[in-house]
């Protein structure tokens, strides 16, 4: 900031000696004083200096520079003496500013440069394309990664990555960190060299000499207290040792918030498979090369190894994106897209507003101008000054500007839960920078322009003569573009009333509305068994048995149930079906159907109803005929018409289940649809190995989160439990993107709202002061108080009313773009509509009341008198 | 005496600098005008006032030494020009002229 002020200084001085004198001033009597304040006292120094000598002595020639000094001044001198107006727009159009301002940070932040690495423009994210592969970030097979790196000559550092829930087994303190198992050139793609220690080598991936990690500092600092004695050491990973090799950078956390590193290394006995797809690949460009031939040369190897493998690699592809727009998530763009829409409108609301303030002040200044013009000032001298003053504006409100931005961008930050920022890359970086200075900056100038160059040429347009024998009303004409531009304000004010209105609906359903199951005063936690230590079935069974004796006995827990995917905990598979007397009609495409498989007690617990047949019972077990439940939707999807139940159907390459009854369908995750086939098998008779235990509890179920993790510690020690939360809190993550959409935009609506009705006002307001004659003629006729209250307000409603009917229609084009965002969680509905409109008609009514009954109180004798 | 012409904040300031003596430099200014005329004025102003007085020849000034305590910069000390000093003089007989048989409005 010292430097800052100091670089400002020094700019705004033309003398070196000054400078220098200056400079050592302030260093004198800083004291301890801050850099904010050195800032303070520049911009003080910097103006008296800009503005020296501009209005004295005989101007030599009237230089360009000279004359905008002079105007700038002015400019700013006629802002201090009208400070209630000034302020008014300078808080207007800081709101404007600031809500575009945030979301320019937020998508500088989040897509233009998400990752803090060295030229992350060179590292590029290679996806396989084909059918079923639709996510970009895991869609490599390893075989395939392999033959990628044996063969690329455009990228160095080939590497790929695959997550890993890496389960710290040291005994009484288990503890589950996100981490990645990464191939060699992982860190050298990414430009981080480890703090400490080493990174990862070729021979590092064989088996055997694999169990080796890279920690990240955070976990350096909570394990070892950054203890450099660290590098070497031992520390159990999912039952095994690892010897810790190496120390990532500070917040080096990549991909997905890692806390740990370890070789991608696969078991000769198993070689790496060519069928299986979750390897995310990552490579750096070499240099002189560039994305396109990266590109061309992977499109060229897809062709090769299609021929090679036709069985697994027939009509793959290869896509190949920069890191920042691989990792991009799909639905950032288009909330972004709908932000930056919302935050538009603000902008232009404000401009509106502004922009008649401004007439009604050219309208006041009509004389001044027409004096000046008839005195024989140029029209360009006049716009001129006009536009200065606009600028200066501009100017003053980019403080506010900043402010309202950096108010929306820690209220944000804050409210997102901190199991979410890992997976928004940029997150962490958030905040006001000096790009958002400039954007802020230049943004300002150019709504100036906007907003001033109305009422600019308005007044330079102005004939002098009819201006000086006008007795100052003004001319309708003038009354008229007032008038349209409040009624565009309403007519963009409502399609994001109405956007935003639909937005908050949506999501509060999904909250809040029926999810197919009780969701209050359940306790959720995940669990992941390292294959080490839990390496069959048998184990596995084992564990759930003693998990589920173990929860029971504490007091407050009313039923136990454990899942593979409980809903809403982030996890969903599904599972390739063959029905029983229903051959799939495309043996290429075969159903496929959500894959549950659940403890007997688990429909209790989450109390989903068995709306037929049977639920499972303990006496479903391995050796007993196998089992299943269908949802109601798979049901009626795979055997329409007809009873399931007693119907047969298998998991590909499994058992023959026998369906036993049909279960109501749930929200799994807010974004699938509600009606997802789901099959349901019993844990005994399909065990996982990793899950999602359901507590419902008595009382409030956060209060039961340390006795249930001391029961479960209690059945293994060395075993990590994860994502402890109540069912309730868990919805609330899952939906976060949904809730900061709704209330972003919420927020933005409200403004808009509010400065269309500040709008109508000031309209109304100056209208009705420019009639008092008018109307004290009409009162003085014998026009009564209600009779003016309906013609100003009946006036007002017209506005807005065309105001409304414009805006439905630029609601519904709106509408469709919401749809799109929201996955239809907000559809448009006329009843919203219309609400939305009254809601618009309602504030447009007490906005033009107040003026209104000033009116109807007039005194006719005084009116009359009005000059 | 009109060709050389003081405003009033100019008058303060080379005031304020033959008050200060040796010792006046762009700080004890500021000080010594805020604690005599009880008045305080921008920073940005009085350097502006500097410039300008030295432009006209009513100051000059001279480098100190470096000082640690201002980041190895030196002083600007100024000291008043005998024009100015007159000028001064100027104003101060043209004002006390003026205020001749006004007395009483103290």
Redesign the interface.
């Known amino acids: 900031m010292k430097r800052f002020a100091l670089w400002l200084l020094e700019r705004s001085l033309h003398?070196r000696?000054?400078f220098?004198?200056?400079?050592?001033?302030l260093?004198?009597?800083s004291g301890s004083r801050s850099g904010t304040w050195h800032l303070g006292?520049v911009i003080?120094?910097?103006?008296?200096?800009t503005f020296?000598?501009v209005d004295r002595g005989p101007s030599t020639g009237d230089s360009l520079m000279r004359t905008t000094l002079r105007d700038a001044r002015l400019a700013f001198r006629a802002l201090r003496k009208r400070p209630a107006l000034t302020t008014v727009i300078a808080l207007t159009l800081g709101l404007g500013l600031g809500a575009n301002a945030a979301v320019f940070n937020l998508i500088d932040r989040l897509i233009l440069r998400p990752f803090p690495f060295l030229d992350p423009d060179r590292i590029m994210l290679l996806a396989e394309t084909g059918k079923g592969l639709d996510f970009k970030k895991e869609s490599v097979s390893p075989a395939n990664f392999r033959d990628w790196r044996d063969r690329t000559t455009t990228m160095t550092s080939l590497s790929a990555t695959q997550w890993w829930d890496a389960n710290l087994t040291d005994r009484g303190n288990p503890e589950r960190v996100q981490g990645a198992q990464v191939s060699a050139g992982f860190f050298d793609a990414l430009g981080m060299h480890p703090a400490l220690g080493r990174g990862f080598v070729l021979d590092d991936e064989t088996f055997g000499r694999h169990r080796i990690v890279v920690i990240s500092d955070l976990l350096w600092e909570r394990r070892f207290q950054r203890d450099p004695t660290a590098i070497g050491r031992r520390m159990m990973v999912d039952g095994e040792p690892y010897t810790i090799v190496g120390v990532a950078p500070q917040r080096f956390s990549f991909p997905d918030g890692a806390m740990i590193w370890a070789p991608l290394s696969f078991d000769p006995k198993t070689p790496p498979p060519r069928n299986r797809h979750y390897l995310t690949v990552v490579g750096r460009l070499k240099p002189g090369r560039t994305l396109e031939d990266a590109s061309s040369e992977m499109n060229l190897i897809a062709a090769r190894l299609a021929q090679e493998y036709p069985d697994d690699n027939r009509d793959h592809g290869i896509a190949t994106f920069t890191l920042s727009a691989g990792f991009l998530d799909e639905g950032t763009g288009t909330l972004m897209g709908l932000w930056q829409a919302s935050a538009f409108i603000v902008l232009l609301i404000a401009c509106a507003n502004i922009a008649n303030l401004q007439l009604a002040r050219a309208a006041e200044r009509r004389r001044e101008t027409g004096v000046r013009l008839a005195l024989g000032a140029s029209r360009t001298r006049i716009l001129r000054e006009l536009l200065t003053e606009s600028l200066a504006l501009a100017a003053v409100s980019v403080p506010f500007a900043l402010g309202f931005a950096w108010l929306f961008l820690v209220v944000m930050r804050a409210a997102m839960p901190a199991n979410i920022i890992r997976f928004v890359p940029g997150w962490e970086t958030i905040g006001p920078d000096f790009r958002l200075l400039a954007f802020t900056t230049v943004l300002a100038f150019a709504t100036a322009c906007i907003f001033g160059v109305l009422p600019a040429i308005q007044a330079a347009r102005s004939r002098v003569v009819e201006t000086l024998k006008d007795g100052g009303r003004t001319a309708t004409g003038r009354h008229l573009l007032r008038r349209a531009i409040v009624v565009l304000e309403m007519t963009i004010a409502l399609p994001l009333l109405v956007a935003a209105g639909l937005g908050v609906i949506g999501t509060n359903r999904l909250l809040n509305g029926p999810q197919g199951y009780n969701p209050d005063g359940i306790l959720t936690m995940k669990l992941v068994l390292p294959d080490r230590t839990y390496a069959d079935d048998a184990a596995r069974r084992t564990f759930v048995t003693r998990t589920l004796a173990a929860l029971a006995p504490i007091p407050g827990v009313v039923q136990v149930g454990i899942a593979n995917n409980a809903p809403a905990t982030g996890s969903s598979s599904s599972r390739v079906i063959e029905i029983d007397g229903h051959p799939a009609a495309d043996p290429k495409n075969p159903p496929e159907v959500g894959n549950e498989v659940v403890t007997p007690r688990y429909f209790q617990t989450l109390q989903i109803p068995i709306q037929r047949g049977r639920g499972f019972t303990d006496a479903d077990r391995q050796e007993t005929a196998p089992v299943a439940i269908v949802s109601e939707s798979m049901a009626r999807k795979y055997w329409p018409g007809e009873d399931p139940i007693g119907r047969r159907l298998r998991v590909k390459d499994g058992p023959w289940l026998t369906v036993v009854g049909i279960a109501g369908d749930v929200i799994q995750d807010w974004f699938m649809r509600r009606n997802v086939p789901t099959l349901y098998r019993v844990f005994d008779q399909a065990p996982t190995d990793y899950f999602g235990i359901v507590v419902r509890t008595a009382g409030d179920p956060a209060s039961l989160a340390t006795p249930v993790r001391e029961a479960l510690l209690r059945v293994d020690a060395s075993q990590p439990v994860f994502d402890l939360m109540t069912m309730r809190r868990q919805l609330h993550e899952r939906t976060i993107g949904l809730q900061y959409l709704a209330g972003v935009m919420g927020v933005f609506a409200a403004i808009s709202l509010l400065l269309a009705a500040v709008g109508l006002y000031a309209v109304m307001a100056y209208m009705l002061a420019q009639r008092t004659q008018e109307i004290g003629i009409r009162m003085a006729l014998g026009a009564s108080g209600r009779d003016v209250m309906r013609l100003t307000v009946g006036d007002a409603l017209k506005l807005a009313g065309l105001g409304a009917v414009l805006g439905t229609g630029l609601s519904m084009a709106l509408n469709r773009l919401m749809e799109a965002g929201l996955l239809g969680i907000a559809t448009g509905s006329v009843q919203v509509l219309i609400i939305f409109a009254g809601i618009l008609l309602a504030t447009a009514l007490a906005a033009a009341y107040f003026p209104a009954r000033r009116a109807a109180m007039l005194d006719p004798n005084t009116a009359l008198r009005v000059q | 005496m009109v060709d050389l012409y003081l405003g009033e904040l100019e008058q303060i300031v080379l005031l304020a600098v033959l008050r200060l003596g040796d010792d006046a430099y762009a700080i004890p200014i500021l000080e010594q005008i805020e604690r005599q005329a009880g008045r305080k004025i921008a920073r940005g102003a009085l350097y502006t006032a500097l410039a300008r007085l030295e432009q006209k020849g009513c100051l000059r000034s001279r480098l100190g030494e470096p000082l640690a305590e201002r980041g190895g910069r030196a002083r600007r000390y100024f000291a008043v020009t005998p024009s100015a000093v007159r000028a001064l003089k100027e104003s101060r007989a043209a004002l006390m002229r003026l205020w001749r048989g006004l007395e009483v409005l103290e």
């Not at chain 1, 003080?44 to 200096?49: E, F, L, S, W």
């Open positions: 003398d000696e000054e220098e004198m200056i400079a050592g001033d260093e004198e009597s006292q003080g120094i910097a103006r008296h200096a020296r000598g």
